[in-house]
């Protein structure tokens, strides 16, 4: 079983200069809860339960940039990546006013470094 407890987790693709959603989560058994910020989220939690396969199934909430306050349901299914971190494969639904629905991907950020995999960059002479 994947213990999240104090991964932390973004997505990809957002433009340079936009700062970056960042979540923790944290489980107790098969309890999962976290929260989030960045990007378009002004902050938002989710809540729900770490099946024995390490997949999640959960409620959020969020509050975005515009003020608009949306709900919806999320199952993600972990990929375990080479170097031990975690790929987070989503299919969404968001609730109400805002209704959608999409898949995503959230990728562990290395729990090291704190840095994301993709603006590490090399030192040069």
Request: with cysteine; hydrophobic share 30%; glycine share 12%.
């Amino acid at each position: 079983m994947i213990d999240y407890n104090g991964r932390r987790f973004t997505t990809g693709g957002v433009p340079p200069g936009e700062k970056h959603p960042i979540a923790l989560y944290r489980q107790d058994g098969d309890l999962l809860w976290g929260e989030f910020s960045g990007g378009h989220a002004r902050r938002g939690s989710l809540t729900g339960l770490c099946a024995p396969d390490g997949t999640l199934d959960f409620a959020y909430t969020m509050v975005l940039d515009t003020g608009a306050v949306v709900s919806g349901h999320c199952r993600s299914t972990p990929e375990l990546l080479p170097d031990g971190r975690v790929l987070l494969h989503e299919t969404w639904e968001r609730y109400g006013a805002h209704a959608s629905s999409g898949v995503s991907l959230l990728e562990e950020i290395d729990p090291d470094t704190f840095t994301l995999p993709h603006q590490r960059t090399e030192s040069r002479p």
